[in-house]
């Protein structure tokens, strides 16, 4: 079974940058879709971006030109650069992998006013 592993997270002040990245066990990871969520406290867990195996990208209208997702295929590995931070951006980051929907076990992220 696929297993990811989150990092990166961590408290900083406002318009300061953080990149999480989520290593998968498996190169199955390159080749299925794989996205970032994020859950603050008290809010239900919420879709930040998704990278699909071909390349094609989305994101939530609330990191659009502030956020990128990418891949490594080499390290089997998704990141997600994370410029401009605002309080608003602080909670749980998850990493989610559509084949077999597993996930990660979360990185926090804290942005300060």
């Known amino acids: 079974q696929v297993r990811l592993v989150e990092s990166g997270g961590g408290l900083v002040p406002t318009g300061e940058s953080l990149r999480l990245s989520c290593v998968g066990t498996?190169?199955?990871?390159?080749?299925?879709?794989m996205s970032w969520h994020r859950q603050a406290p008290g809010k239900q867990r919420e879709l930040v971006a998704r990278?699909?195996?071909?390349?094609?990208?989305t994101y939530a209208d609330s990191v659009k030109g502030r956020f990128t997702i990418s891949r490594d295929i080499a390290k089997n590995t998704v990141y997600l650069q994370m410029n401009g931070l605002r309080p608003e951006d602080t909670a749980n980051y998850y990493c989610?992998?559509?084949?077999?929907?597993?996930w990660g076990q979360g990185t926090q992220v804290t942005v300060s006013a």
């Open positions: 989610n992998c559509a084949w077999g929907d597993i």
């Open positions: 498996e190169r199955i990871v390159n080749a299925v879709v």
């Open positions: 990278i699909t195996g071909r390349g094609e990208i």
